[in-house]
Structures are given as structure tokens and as C-alpha cells.
């Protein structure tokens, strides 16, 4: 049996494609409650500490509702600090943006998927971490271990368990 393909040529470098991080969880609510939740409400259900920059400083956190608008977080003494950039807008389905508390930007993606009249499935993917080194891979972010140390794992089933509870509410 020959092979059709090629031997790799000596000296090439493979790239090794970092996985997106997955998470989802189970709503009780319908699709447009679960993602009004999401974005209007952000700021008083997503766990500031330790998951912001201003930690006990934030006052407020916003999303601004077009393609292209901010997510940031407000200070007690109004300064603020962009969490990302919006690049898809299709509410209450998905949005799409940029994610920019990490080393170099990242990309998350939502979507509420309904199963129901009354539950919602949200699912998020952090993806794009082959735009950081390995050793930003490792630091430590929120919380300890960084992308390799599985923080960001546990961050983001946190967040989706804190919408949770706030969309059930």
C-alpha cells in the first residue's frame, strides 16, 4: 500500500492549534429572558471578583447593543476598561466579540439555543489562543494556571452558573 501524501520536508514546523474552551449550561427561562439577562443585566450577576479588571472598583459593566460596540467595565472614579469589541450582533440567538483580558485579544462566542418554551441552552467558546505565546498561555489570569492550567475552564462553567442562577431568579 503506498501513501499519497507527501513526507513532511525536514525543518517544517507544525503550528499546534490551541482548542477553543467550551462550556454550556441549562436555563430555565426562554432564549430572549436568558440573553436579555446576559446583556442587560451583566454587571450585576457576573462575578466581578475576580472575574473584572477593576475588581472592587467596578461600578458598572455595559454592553453597548450593535456590531462593533463595547463591552467594558466603569470605575468608581469613571475610568473604564474595555473587556471587547462586538463583531456579531443576533440577538437573542449569538454575539460574538473580542476578548481583550487576556494577553493578546481572544475571541468569545454566545449562543442561547432554545430546547423549549422555558429552557435555554447557552453555550460558550473562548477561542483564538493561538494568538498568545506559551508563555502567556500559563500566566495566571482571574484565576491561577492561565489557558493550560485549566483556569479559564473553571471561569467560564463559573459565569455560566452565575447567569444561571440570575436568569432563573
Sequence with gaps: MTSTTPPAEAGTVTTLRRPPIRQSTLVRS?????FDVFVATIGQWWPLQPYSAGKERVREVRVERCVDGRVY?????????????????????????????????????????????ALTRVA????????????????????????????????????????TVAAEA
Design 30 to 34: 426562554a432564549r430572549a429572558h436568558a
Design 73 to 117: 467595565e466603569r470605575w468608581d472614579d469613571g475610568t473604564e476598561c474595555d473587556w471587547g469589541r462586538l463583531l456579531a450582533w443576533d440577538p437573542p440567538q449569538r454575539l460574538v466579540m473580542t476578548w481583550e483580558m487576556t494577553p493578546a485579544p481572544t475571541e468569545v462566542e454566545l449562543t442561547f439555543t432554545a430546547l423549549g418554551p
Design 124 to 163: 460558550v467558546e473562548h477561542r483564538g489562543w493561538e494568538a498568545l505565546t506559551p508563555e502567556q498561555l500559563g500566566e495566571d489570569c482571574a484565576r491561577p494556571g492561565g489557558y493550560v492550567g485549566g483556569a479559564f475552564v473553571r471561569g467560564w462553567a463559573e459565569i455560566l452558573g452565575a447567569l
